[in-house]
Structures are given as structure tokens and as C-alpha cells.
């Protein structure tokens, strides 16, 4: 997804009208078809990235096709022992996350983060997230959990009192899943002050035009709030402050706004830009793809010379009909310009370092650095017997012994949100369509069975024609959850309820009494993990009051 400008890939608006179903999703020939759910958030209305919105997305598709989010399937067959959250398309998209699964693969430096604001009861859709850092650290990456206290204080006016009551209980029910406080880190935005003047550096490369772009900020926006985005940049950025690795971000697919801010961030404080260049001249992806071409193409001995030149490549690209090119009018025409303009200048492929932002002893570093023909300009040197993995490499090492961070940009995964129990969205304002980790086993009993399911008028119509999981919460439960690491299981219940051999009551009798087993034990965990979280490198209060 890193094109030479990472600010390309963001749309200026971030809302758009859900007007498809979920109807023809495709699921049905997959293999894993039983162990898919498609989120079943159908019916849904507008369909918004809000970061402090509301959290449903009734098209996933969208997320693809507009917002750039790649599918998890395609990067799926390469991670170690994938977590059955990914197994079953619950993890449904991801950013950039290749590097991150290669960095697993051959034990290389990882990192994992993902924040929580403590706005209320830690829930079963938290447990996702939380599920997800442990599988990362498990695989051996550097796991790191934060509690967003100045955020649920400057977006969501959330008293510290109350911030202290819910982060402690957030961090328990972490640590109670399995989290390791020892190996990993946890910290609150608001005493981590390395996060803060990160912040503060990432606000450089970032203005207030942008963030109305991004959030739909307007002059009634309060300062903190904004401050609380640039905090959270820093949050994204801040395990590679010791060193640059590959990191991912697990979310909702509502905080992609902020990872792509990330992404941008991370590049623009880059103290160089490499990129490939065929002369003096620069030239955009679709430009430099088409020179390319005809460079690999043309044989100056056919222009009686010994070296092919632009003007040799204008002349040939002026005989070639358009059509042959495919390419837009506009883009050749760009091209053309640049070539006619540097007439007989030889071109030869090379490795552009363009000086972004860096200090002048970091460029001369790069002069020296840089072995075999280089040619040195103002603002940019160009080498010509380097290849493009190294040069990046090079960038980087010397960016960070100069005092750079040579960021990497963050991968991000994202999670389908969980339907409610009730139909249409969960919302913590709706006890009954959500079960909270601190929800007493019995009333998680009653709501699992009060929950509305995918099932038929009658019993004989569900015998007839089978039940719809894809459109139930109760299945989903089993998917997201109770199912656990059993795949057969899952694919049982789904297989048997769209078979017709599954009827509602049963179904939601078996899913009830394991969502019990699973309150109880998760709590009483949570009791056991009290003194771990007391020892934990973490201020369970902060000493604000107002
Ligand atoms: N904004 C996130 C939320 O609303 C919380 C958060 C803060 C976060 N910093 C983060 C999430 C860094 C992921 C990574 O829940
Ligand atoms: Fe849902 Fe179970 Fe009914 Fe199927 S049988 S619709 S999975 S409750």
C-alpha cells in the first residue's frame, strides 16, 4: 500500500451510504464456509469511519474499494499458527501487514499495540482485541496495551475518577486472557511523557486543515481533542521509538482514519524519500512505469548512439498511437514535456535519496554512505549501483544514527464488529444487546437467551429450509468466542443450523450455559491476576482529579 506518496491513498471524506446487502457475499464456496460469518450486521443504515462515532459497518466490501483496506485472506496462508480469529474471517482486513507476519516468521523484531479507552465495562468486543495483542505477543512480538485516559478525558469528558475505575478493570480482564505484564508493556497515555513529546514532534507534520479533512474537525472542535489525535500517533509510533519494526495495530475498522494518519506520519518524518529515477527529472508512479517500459524496451544503437537519452524515448513515444500505451492523454504529455525538456541527457535508471527533513550531517553521512557513482545535488543525491531494498535500508540506518526515528509505516488489522443481541447494532447504552466480561454468569445466561437468532417462524419451515447463521448473533457468539480454538465445533453449529438439524432453543440453551462457563471463569481469572496487576509496571490511579 506505500505508494511514493502515502498521501495519495487517503479520500477526502470518510462517510459513505451503504446501499448493497450482504446477501451475495460468496461464502458458500469457500472451504471455511461453516467457520464465516459476515458480521451480520446487515440493515444497518449510514456507514461511518468515525473514530468517536458510532461503530457499525454494514459493507465490508466498502472498505475495500473505497478506503484501501486489503482483505486478511490474501496475507492468511503465510502467518504462523493463525489465530481462529483469522481463521474465520473475524479478522477481515489488514494494512501493510506482511512485513509483520515475515518479521514472526524468521524471528525478527516485532511489535504489536492497541489502546482502549476506558469510557465504561470492558466487553466481549474488547475481548477481541485483547485476544489479538496476546496472539502477537505469544508469536514473539513486543506486545504493548495502552489505556487512552487523555483521550476518554478530552473526546469523551470522562472524569479521572471514572477513567481509573474502568482502565483497572480493562488491564484485568487483559492480563486475566493471558496478557504477560512482564514481557509486555502497558501504560496510560497521560503518565507516559517519552508518548507526549513524540506527540508534540508528530503535530509538527501535521495541521489543522488535515484533521478537518480526516475527522470532519471544525472550528468548534476543542484543542484537547485534537491533541488527543497527535497522542495517538504517538501511541501508534511509539514501539519503534527504540528501534524501527515492523508494528501492528489491531482495531475496529472505525481507527483505520487514525492508522492511515500513522502511515503519513511515519513517512513524513522520514529524513530521506527513496525512490527510483531515470534522470534529473522526477517523474510519478504512472510517469516512471512507462519510461521504465520503453528504457527496458529501446536500443540506442537504433538511434546511432551509444547511450540511450531522453530525447530518444520522446521521439519514440511520439510515433507510438496512444492506444498501444494505455496510458491517460495527460500522462504522456507530462512525460513528454519532461523528456523534450532534458533533451540529449542520457537516461539511466538510478536510486533517487531526496533530503526530506534531514539534518546536514545526515546528508553528508548519506554522501559518504553510499558506495560506487553517486552524483550529489542541493536536495537530493542520486547512486547508480545500489538496489532499491539496500538503499532503503541505508536511509534508515543512517536516519537513526543521526538522531532520526526511521519509522517504518504501521501495519494495522482490522475486526468485524460484533452484531447485538438484540438486532441491529451492540451498543453499551443497550444492556441486553451486549455482554460486558464483568456481566454476572447468570444474567450472560438470560441475555444469550433472550438474544434473537437467525432462525425460521416455525420449526418445521427451520427443518425445511435450515437456519440463517450468517444473519444470527447467537452464532456469531459461537464464532467470536465460545466456539473457542475448535474449528469442527464452529463448523458443527454451522453446518446443522443451516442443515436444518439445529432448532433456535437448543441452540441458544448450549450457547447460553457456555457463555456462563465462560463469565465465571473469565472472572474468576480476573480475581487470580489482581496481585500480577498490582506488580505491573503500570499507575493504576492518576494522581489528576480534575
Ligand atoms: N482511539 C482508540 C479508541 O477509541 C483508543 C486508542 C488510543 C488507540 N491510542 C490508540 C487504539 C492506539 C489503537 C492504537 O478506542
Ligand atoms: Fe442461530 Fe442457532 Fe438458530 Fe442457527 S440454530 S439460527 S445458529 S440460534
Not at 150 to 175: C, V
Not at 275 to 304: I, K, Q
Not at 337 to 360: C, H, Q, V, W, Y
Not at 418 to 442: R, Y
Amino acid at each position: 500500500m506505500t505508494g511514493d506518496d502515502p498521501r495519495e491513498e487517503r479520500g477526502p471524506e470518510f462517510e459513505f451510504d451503504s446501499d448493497s446487502d450482504l446477501e451475495d457475499e460468496g461464502e458458500g464456496e469457500d472451504e471455511r464456509a461453516g467457520l464465516r460469518t459476515d458480521g451480520g450486521a446487515a440493515g444497518a443504515d449510514d456507514v461511518a469511519l468515525d473514530p468517536w462515532g458510532s461503530s457499525t459497518v454494514s459493507d465490508y466490501r466498502k472498505l475495500f474499494e473505497e478506503f484501501g483496506i486489503e482483505e486478511f485472506d490474501d496475507v492468511l496462508p503465510e502467518v504462523p499458527h493463525p489465530h481462529y480469529l483469522m481463521r474465520r474471517g473475524v479478522i477481515f482486513g489488514q494494512r501493510d501487514y506482511r512485513p509483520v507476519v515475515e518479521a514472526l516468521q524468521n524471528d525478527e523484531p516485532a511489535a504489536v499495540l492497541s489502546g482502549f479507552m476506558p469510557t465504561g465495562d470492558p466487553h466481549i468486543g474488547h475481548k477481541l482485541v485483547f485476544d489479538e495483542i496476546i496472539w502477537h505477543q505469544q508469536q514473539g512480538a513486543d506486545a504493548y496495551a495502552l489505556i487512552a485516559d487523555l483521550e476518554a478525558n478530552s473526546a469523551r469528558g470522562m472524569s479521572w475518577e471514572e477513567i481509573d475505575e474502568h482502565a483497572r478493570s480493562y488491564l484485568l480482564s487483559l492480563l486475566a486472557l493471558g496478557f504477560d505484564p512482564e514481557d509486555g508493556d502497558l501504560y496510560r497515555q497521560s503518565t507516559n511523557r517519552e508518548v507526549q513529546d513524540l506527540a508534540f514532534d508528530l503535530g509538527a507534520e501535521a495541521n489543522f486543515s488535515e484533521f478537518q479533512a480526516i475527522y470532519g474537525f471544525d472550528g468548534e472542535t476543542d484543542v484537547s481533542h485534537m491533541q488527543s489525535v497527535v497522542t495517538q500517533m504517538a501511541d501508534i509510533l511509539y514501539p519503534q521509538l527504540e528501534e524501527p519494526k515492523p508494528t501492528v495495530i489491531p482495531v475496529g475498522p472505525d481507527q483505520d482514519p487514525h492508522v492511515r494518519l500513522a502511515r503519513d506520519l511515519a513517512e513524513r518524518m522520514r529524513f530521506f524519500k527513496v525512490s527510483t529515477a531515470y534522470a534529473s527529472f522526477e517523474l510519478d508512479d504512472e510517469e516512471r512505469d512507462l519510461v521504465a517500459r520503453f528504457h527496458e524496451e529501446l536500443d540506442p544503437a537504433d538511434f546511432n548512439d551509444d547511450q540511450l537519452r531522453c530525447v530518444h524515448v520522446a521521439e519514440t513515444l511520439e510515433e507510438t498511437p496512444l492506444a498501444e500505451l494505455e496510458i491517460d492523454a495527460e500522462v504522456l504529455d507530462s512525460v513528454l514535456t519532461k523528456l523534450n525538456e532534458a533533451g540529449m541527457e542520457p537516461l539511466r535508471p538510478r536510486i533517487r535519496f531526496s533530503d526530506r527533513r534531514a539534518t546536514e550531517d545526515a546528508f553528508d553521512a548519506l554522501i559518504d554512505a553510499i558506495d560506487g557513482e553517486k552524483r550529489v545535488y542541493e536536495n537530493h543525491i542520486d547512486a547508480f549501483d545500489i538496489d532499491r531494498a539496500d538503499a532503503e535500508e541505508l536511509a534508515r540506518e543512517i536516519e537513526v544514527d543521526n538522531g532520526g526515528y526511521g519509522f517504518q509505516p504501521p501495519s494495522s488489522i482490522y475486526h468485524r464488529f460484533m452484531t447485538g443481541l438484540t438486532g441491529g447494532k451492540m451498543s453499551s447504552s443497550v444492556p441486553a444487546s451486549h455482554i460486558s466480561l464483568l456481566d454476572d454468569p447468570e444474567d450472560g445466561y438470560d441475555k444469550v437467551k433472550s438474544a434473537t437468532t437467525g432462525g425460521r417462524e416455525t420449526a418445521e419451515e427451520q427443518r425445511e429450509k435450515g437456519g440463517k447463521a450468517d444473519e444470527c448473533p447467537v452464532y456469531e457468539l459461537y464464532a467470536y468466542l465460545l466456539a473457542g480454538d475448535d474449528d469442527e465445533f464452529a463448523k458443527r453449529v454451522y453446518d446443522e443450523c443451516v442443515g436444518g438439524e439445529r432448532l433456535c432453543g437448543d441452540c441458544k440453551e448450549q450457547a447460553a450455559q457456555l457463555m456462563k462457563e465462560f463469565l465465571a471463569e473469565h472472572q474468576e481469572k480476573r480475581a487470580e491476576v489482581e496481585e500480577l496487576l498490582e506488580q505491573a509496571d503500570i499507575e493504576l490511579e492518576s494522581p489528576r482529579r480534575r
